[in-house]
């Protein structure tokens, strides 16, 4: 059984910093595009950040020079670094694994988290 199991989100001030991890389990990732959506109340979900197979990194504009992913293929975890965080980046945020960067963005990888929420107050 494929799971992604979500740790690390909570309460942070504006300004504060939070790292979200991810763990796979049930098969190896390592060829996998794996990524972290966000979904606020009321909007919809969105891709922030992914990470090839290769390491190769991409992310959104309202993310940039603030997050940044990594992935351990050995122990098949993708990790969130997030750091100067808004309220707008309140959100409840899920990892997800993609056979192709294809799926991904367009929301629809093969597996995803059961999520995590992030509470930034101001």
């Known amino acids: 059984q494929v799971q992604l199991v979500e740790s690390g989100g909570g309460l942070v001030q504006a300004g504060g910093s939070l790292r979200l991890s991810c763990a796979a389990s049930g098969r190896t990732f390592s060829s996998y595009v794996l990524g972290w959506f966000r979904q606020a109340p009321g909007k919809q979900r969105e891709l922030v950040t992914y990470i090839s197979s290769g390491g190769g990194t991409n992310y959104a504009d309202s993310i940039k020079g603030r997050f940044t992913v990594s992935r351990d293929n050995a122990k098949n975890t993708v990790s969130l670094q997030m750091n100067s965080l808004k309220p707008e980046d309140t959100a409840v945020y899920y990892c997800?694994?993609?056979?192709?960067?294809?799926?991904?963005?367009?929301?629809?990888?093969?597996?995803w988290g059961q999520g995590t929420q992030v509470t930034v107050s101001s």
């Open positions: 997800a694994a993609s056979t192709t960067r294809g799926k991904l963005l367009v929301s629809s990888p093969d597996y």
